[in-house]
């Protein structure tokens, strides 16, 4: 199994502030995903991280809003920037460690923008 | 892209009844699907999950049925219990390569389980 500590696990931002999600895998992986999940709604990808180059955003997701990074093989940041009350969410981070099996998730940003 | 659709968005059992949900994908080339529960406050927790390879998959008192053909996929839950209420996903993944293609959802069932 991977093991993905995510943090923080909350936070209650001011509206126009930003905010960093860590997220940190205990092997190396090729990719991490981040989703977001809205209140009572399903999982959306909001982009794909790549270690080495730039992240690869879903439809309806743009990098000034979502700038991911991913310095190496275990390690991404997303930062929601510029929050409005919309952006309140779960934010999660994914890792698919092995070869078509399962995906494991970090525990999730629970964030409230006020 | 791939789509899944989930089907129904609420259920409601009587305890020790048996629930299904279903699911269909438009891509023909997934061929992984896996399901999760998730529980008020809590991440995504994989159940049961499906190759393309299987027609059917059992643990304890949950399968799951795939049909290529026809593209769809169900979750059957047996002798329910309270603790099997939450809220239930399925998913679809593309065959593109190890690690490098990310879950596409359906958009969840809320089971509740009636004492």
């Known amino acids: 199994s991977a093991v993905i500590s995510q943090k923080p696990s909350r936070d209650i931002c001011q509206r126009g502030t930003s905010l960093t999600i860590q997220c940190q895998v205990d092997s190396q992986v090729t990719m991490m995903f981040w989703y977001r999940q809205q209140p009572g709604q399903s999982l959306t990808l909001i982009a794909t991280?790549?270690?080495?180059?730039?992240?690869?955003?879903e439809s309806g997701f743009v990098i000034d809003k979502f700038p991911i990074s991913r310095p190496n093989l275990t390690f991404s940041t997303l930062t929601v920037s510029n929050m409005s009350p919309e952006d309140s969410s779960i934010y999660l981070c994914?890792?698919?460690?092995?070869?078509?099996?399962?995906?494991?998730f970090g525990q999730g940003t629970r964030l409230t923008v006020v | 892209g791939e789509n899944v659709e989930q089907h129904p968005s609420t259920l409601s059992v009587q305890e020790g009844d048996s629930a299904v949900i279903k699911c269909t994908y438009s891509?023909?080339?997934?061929?992984?699907f896996p399901w999760y529960k998730q529980e008020l406050g809590k991440r995504p927790q994989l159940i049961i999950d499906i190759r393309s390879n299987v027609g059917e998959k059992k643990d304890q008192r949950i399968a799951v049925t795939l049909n290529k053909t026809a593209k769809h996929f169900s979750l059957h839950i047996t002798e329910t219990q309270p603790e099997d209420s939450a809220v239930y996903f399925c998913?679809?993944?593309?065959?593109?390569?190890?690690?490098?293609?990310?879950?596409?959802f359906g958009k969840g069932t809320r089971l509740s389980v009636i004492a």
């Open positions: 994914s890792v698919e460690p092995f070869l078509n099996t399962e995906a494991f």
């Open positions: 998913a679809a993944m593309g065959p593109y390569g190890a690690g490098n293609t990310p879950l596409v």
């Open positions: 891509d023909s080339a997934s061929n992984y």
């Open positions: 991280a790549n270690q080495g180059s730039e992240a690869t955003y």
